[in-house]
């Protein structure tokens, strides 16, 4: 790398796409405005959109992935840097072992996308582009921030692109489903930017500096928000400066992205109406940021407002697989079928975030990228065989083994890969947070296992009557199978998710030491009780972390 890349490379992967998109509109601007023209052609924004965000890529996995230190805690490749002192925003990113697999699937998943859907978006095919790179840049944003308010913007920005995506590509319906989208992730942004103005002025009143730092910088004049002490609820505070209802601010935001029951209405019609770029960009990333927010700000922020409301958000997790599970069993809609089937593993990932385990934080990490790498495939490959023949229904489809082989295997490795087959990236995640939801309940893992059984057994049927059912339906006799392209496109989520599951370790080590210094904090920043305080007295080990025992 240059010195113009060195000790900035986080920068440039985050900007190259956004710039690029605006580069493109202010070029066409010019043109128009100068020569008269009708400015860049849509296949010169395409090829420019997927050489940036190939370039983004390969930067992040040939500049970053090698510099950071597996073995290292704490935050690497940081830039820090002033924006708006006075209101405590500062330019803070970095990466750590729980963030740098997210920002790896961000930056694969955007040139698939574009690859994926290179002959089929046509309309309006330079907005798509641009709305395209703005979201690879914002998620990037939420991904990589450091800075509460910082992050807070970025998150409003994918949502905005996101809704366009729908509005703009979407089905016949795409306005009802976009506005429906964009109102149920609004009033959760909402909600989560009072916490955050409730955190500035609690932050300001501690410290007399204006901060929204998580972690304190050399140069900061304001402490971290790791720092502060936020108090535990009680009588004599007004809800707002206690931890519940700053940690409700935050959890209903992120829980309307995860989805989770009931705040999950807008996910199944907003996925099945989006265009399949739009769907598969949706289930790959913006689902995982509320997950991720509930790892990087909800869970170390307030420890005893998660931890005592634990066993009712696990309750509402079990809800959650429970639900989907009964709806995907109904669905005759291939794409609303894997809307569902994300759904449950979201509550999965639930399961083992309020776990009380270090193991469960790490599955949860686990599952954000395993989740992200299986839903998209499905989606991808369900798009492939709903342009051949124009429906989704499943009882159109019989007997594809036949004349489509390749697909009916890589949809087989892909359903695996959902349901947590061992040898995949599923079996992984499952096994971790299954593992450690035992620990925190066996009735909960109990039934948690029975929730999975039933996904996996209505999906099974799904794949039994699509692939090996009856040929009844003429026109699927002579469907074409999928070509080198779309073989390629799948294969680049397969590999990963067959080597997550067969080899895990590479993955597991850089998410480890992550998840320790989650734990460290919240373990820090808990007010143990009276009675846990007499018993580590006891024991002599008070002051020292107790959350990992099971780990």
């Known amino acids: 790398m240059g010195p113009y890349v060195e000790g900035h490379v986080l920068s440039w992967v985050l900007f190259i796409p956004g710039a690029t998109a605006l580069a493109l509109l202010a070029i066409g601007a010019v043109l128009r405005g100068v020569f008269g023209s009708s400015g ?93 790179l703005v979201f690879e840049s914002a998620v990037l944003g939420v991904f990589l921030s450091f800075n509460v308010l910082l992050f807070h913007i970025f998150w409003q920005v994918a949502l905005v692109t996101m809704y366009f995506m729908i509005g703009i590509w979407g089905g016949k319906e795409r306005i009802f489903r976009a506005t429906k989208f964009l109102l149920h992730t609004g009033i ?85 109406d989006a265009p399949t770029a739009g769907s598969a960009l949706m289930a790959a990333l913006l689902l995982q ?109 019989g007997g594809l083994a036949a004349p489509m082989p390749v697909w009916v295997v890589f949809m087989g490795i892909s359903l695996m890969a959902a349901v947590g087959v061992p040898s995949t990236s599923g079996f992984v995640f499952e096994l971790l947070t299954l593992t450690a939801t035992f620990f925190s309940s066996a009735w909960m893992g109990i039934a948690a296992c029975l929730g999975g059984f039933g996904m996996a057994a209505c999906l099974y049927g799904m794949y039994r009557k699509v692939a090996f059912g009856p040929l009844i339906v003429e026109s699927n006799r002579g469907l074409m199978d999928i070509d080198w392209r779309e073989r390629t496109l799948v294969l680049a989520l397969l590999i990963p998710i067959l080597w997550i599951g067969l080899y895990p370790n590479p993955l597991l080590r850089r998410v480890e030491p992550s998840v320790l210094e989650v734990v460290r904090h919240m373990s820090e920043r808990q007010a143990p009780s009276p009675d846990s305080q007499a018993e580590l007295r006891a024991r002599g080990t008070l002051g020292q972390s107790t959350l990992g025992e099971g780990f």
């Open 188 to 272: 959760g942004s909402v909600l989560m930017g009072v916490a955050i103005l409730v955190l500035f002025r609690l932050n300001l009143e501690a410290s007399g500096a204006p901060g929204l730092d998580l972690i304190a910088q050399p140069g900061s004049i304001a402490p971290g928000l790791l720092d502060l002490v936020i108090p535990v609820d009680s009588s004599a505070l007004t809800w707002w400066r206690g931890q519940t209802g700053l940690f409700i601010g935050f959890a209903l935001a992120f829980a309307v992205t995860l989805p989770i029951f009931p705040l999950h209405s807008w996910f199944p019609d907003a996925l099945a």
């Open 289 to 397: 940021m509320g997950a991720y927010g509930l790892v990087r700000f909800a869970l170390p922020l307030f420890p005893d407002a998660a931890m005592g409301l634990a066993p009712i958000i696990q309750g509402v997790a079990l809800v959650s697989i429970a639900y989907a599970g009964v709806c995907a069993f109904f669905q005759q809609d291939l794409k609303r079928t894997v809307a569902y089937l994300a759904m449950v593993q979201a509550g999965f990932i639930v399961l083992g975030l309020f776990s009380d385990q270090e193991l469960g934080l790490v599955g949860g990490v686990v599952g954000m990228l395993s989740r992200g790498l299986s839903v998209a495939a499905l989606i991808l490959l369900v798009g492939m065989l709903e342009r051949r023949r124009q429906t989704r229904r499943i009882g159109e489809f």
């Open 40 to 132: 860049l052609p849509g296949e010169v924004w395409r090829a420019m959109a997927l050489g940036s965000s190939s370039l983004t890529f390969l930067l992040f996995l040939t500049g970053a992935v090698p510099a950071f230190d597996p073995e290292k805690m704490g935050l690497q490749l940081v830039e820090y840097a002033d924006w708006l002192p006075g209101y405590g925003v500062q330019y803070f990113v970095a990466i750590d072992g729980i963030n740098m697999c997210l920002v790896l699937l961000a930056t694969l998943m955007v040139p698939l996308v574009l690859l994926a859907s290179w002959m089929h978006i046509q309309r309006s095919l330079r907005s798509f582009v641009f709305f395209l």
